[in-house]
Nanobody, 120 residues
Framework: QVQLVESGGGFVQPGGSLRLSCAAS????????MSWYRQAPGKERELVAT????????NYADSVRGRFAISRDNAKNTVYLEMKNLKPEDTAVYYC?????????????WGQGTQVTVSS
């Protein structure tokens, strides 16, 4: 059974920090690129950050580049999102996403999400 379980969300004041974790099970974690998405109320889900399967390459949305850092530990089947200098506009439900594919097939999984609220 595939599971992606996020944790680490919560309430933080502007300028604060949080570290999200996503524990994976039920699939070959090290073969999948991992991403964090977020969805704010009334908005579409957006890609925040991605890390390749071996952790060699990362990519970030412009809105979080320089403040957020994605990393992974393939020995622990876990991906992380370190968030610093948080802003109210970072408030959203954050989702962990696993993806793997080629030009002819694609497979992906989603976590259930964890709420991040940034407010004074």
């Amino acid at each position: 059974q595939v599971q992606l379980v996020e944790s680490g969300g919560g309430f933080v004041q502007p300028g604060g920090s949080l570290r999200l974790s996503c524990a994976a099970s039920g699939f070959t974690f090290s073969a999948y690129s991992m991403s964090w998405y977020r969805q704010a109320p009334g908005k579409e889900r957006e890609l925040v950050a991605t890390i390749t399967s071996a952790g060699v390459s990362t990519n970030y949305a412009d809105s979080v580049r320089g403040r957020f850092a994605i990393s992974r530990d393939n020995a622990k089947n876990t991906v992380y999102l370190e968030m610093k200098n948080l802003k109210p506009e970072d408030t959203a439900v954050y989702y962990c996403h696993a993806a793997r594919g080629s030009s002819i097939w694609y497979r992906d999984y989603w976590g259930q999400g964890t709420q991040v609220t940034v407010s004074s």
